[in-house]
Nanobody, 123 residues
Framework: QVQLVESGGGLVQAGGSLRLSCAAS????????MGWYRQAPGKQRELVAV???????NYADSVKGRFTISRDNAKNTVYLEMNSLKPEDTAVYYC?????????????????WGQGTQVTVSS
């Protein structure tokens, strides 16, 4: 099975910064896109940022200019540098990876999710 483990969440004051990390492990043949999503209480989970295996990035309008996504393909790890944090950034942040796993005729491409890491921005 594929496991995604996030780290780096915590409590930070408005205007501060955090760096999230997510490492994928398991029987992974390749990973296409990796991304970060977030979900606040009472709201739908939303895309924060995504990065392809080729390094192409896309961001939600609400975080453009403040967040930076990057990845280390050799380590199957994705990062999210969050700057100028606002209280509305408070949410559980989830790592996502679209990965090809298994082997032979049983290879499978699926989306995998981390357990989430809490980011709380105080005002």
């Amino acid at each position: 099975q594929v496991q995604l483990v996030e780290s780096g969440g915590g409590l930070v004051q408005a205007g501060g910064s955090l760096r999230l990390s997510c490492a994928a492990s398991g029987s992974i043949l390749s990973i296409n896109a990796m991304g970060w999503y977030r979900q606040a209480p009472g709201k739908q989970r939303e895309l924060v940022a995504v990065i392809t295996s080729g390094g192409i990035t896309n961001y939600a309008d609400s975080v453009k200019g403040r967040f930076t996504i990057s990845r280390d393909n050799a380590k199957n790890t994705v990062y999210l540098e969050m700057n100028s944090l606002k209280p509305e950034d408070t949410a559980v942040y989830y790592c996502n990876a679209n990965a090809l796993t298994g082997g032979g005729i049983l290879a499978r491409r699926s989306d995998y999710w981390g357990q989430g890491t809490q980011v709380t921005v105080s005002s």
